[in-house]
C-alpha cells in the first residue's frame, strides 16, 4: 500500500483528504504545518507527498526545498490557491513534480497521484536516490524525460546521453555491457544507427564521465565486459 504524507492546514480540507486518499487505497499520515510534516518526514519513509504551499510556521516552498535537499526522489505534489501562477512555476522549478490549483476535484488528485507513484517506482528513480546520497550534489535522472540534474544544477544532455546514463544508473553497482547500451539506443531492432554507435560509445561515455564531474560517481570501463557506475567516495 503506498504511503503518504499530506501536508494541509486546513482541517476540513486534510480531513477529507485523508479520508478520501485512504478509501482510495493509500496508507495516509497527516501533518498540519510545516515543522511537523519536517519531523514526519525525518522518521518515516513515505512514497509520495502532497504539500499544500500556504502553510504555517514553515511555508510550503521551504519545505518543498528541505524535501529536495534530503530525498531528491520523492514524488511531491503541490496544492495551490487559485490564481496563483507564480506559486506554481516557484513550485516546480523548486521540484515540484507535479501540481493541482484549488480547488480541485478528487479524482484529479488521485489520477495525478497515480501517475506520479507509478513512475517514481521505474528502477531510474529509486537507483539514483540510492547512489547519489553519499555526494553533495545528488543525481537525479528522470525516468521517462532526457532529463538529469546535479544538485540543483540540470544537465545538457543528448536523448542519448540521457538514455545511457539512465541505464548506468538503473544498474549502478553492476556492469552494463556495450550491446545492453546499444540496444537501449536503437529505436527498433536492427536499427541502422547501431554500427556508428558503437564506435561513438567511447565518445559518450567520455563526455558523461565529464559531466558527472565532481558529482561523486564515476564510469568504470570494466575491460572487455562493458561499464559500470560506481561511487567514488566511501
Ligand atoms: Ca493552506
Redesign the pocket.
Known amino acids: 500500500m503506498p504511503t503518504l504524507l499530506l501536508i494541509?492546514?486546513?482541517d476540513l480540507l486534510r480531513d477529507g483528504l485523508c479520508a478520501q486518499l485512504a478509501q482510495a487505497g493509500h496508507s495516509v499520515t497527516a501533518a498540519a504545518d510545516g515543522e511537523a510534516a519536517q519531523a514526519l518526514l525525518e522518521s518515516n519513509r513515505f512514497d509520495g507527498v502532497v504539500l499544500?504551499?500556504?502553510?504555517p510556521k514553515i511555508s510550503g516552498m521551504d519545505v518543498l526545498r528541505w524535501i529536495r535537499q534530503r530525498l531528491p526522489a520523492l514524488p511531491v505534489l503541490i496544492l495551490t490557491a487559485r490564481d496563483g501562477v507564480d506559486d506554481r512555476v516557484q513550485g516546480l522549478n523548486a521540484g515540484a513534480d507535479d501540481y493541482l490549483t484549488k480547488p480541485f476535484e478528487m479524482a484529479e488528485l488521485q489520477a495525478r497521484l497515480g501517475a506520479l507513484l507509478r513512475r517514481a517506482r521505474l528502477p531510474a528513480f529509486g537507483g539514483s536516490l540510492e547512489l547519489a546520497s553519499h555526494s553533495a550534489r545528488r543525481l537525479r535522472v528522470d525516468a521517462t524525460l532526457p532529463q538529469a540534474w546535479l544538485g540543483d544544477e540540470a544537465l545538457e544532455l543528448t536523448q542519448r546521453e540521457w538514455a545511457l546514463l539512465s541505464l548506468l544508473v538503473t544498474q549502478a553497482g553492476r556492469v552494463v555491457s556495450r550491446e545492453a547500451v546499444l540496444e537501449t539506443w536503437s529505436t527498433e531492432p536492427g536499427d541502422a544507427t547501431a554500427g556508428v554507435a558503437s564506435n561513438a560509445l567511447e565518445v559518450y561515455i567520455h563526455r558523461l564521465r565529464r559531466k558527472l564531474v565532481d558529482s561523486g560517481l564515476n564510469i568504470r570501463n570494466v575491460r572487455g565486459l562493458g561499464y559500470m557506475l560506481e561511487s567514488t567516495t566511501p
Do not use: F, V
Not at 499544500?52 to 502553510?55: A, E, N, R, S, V
Open positions: 494541509e492546514d486546513d499544500d504551499l500556504g502553510l
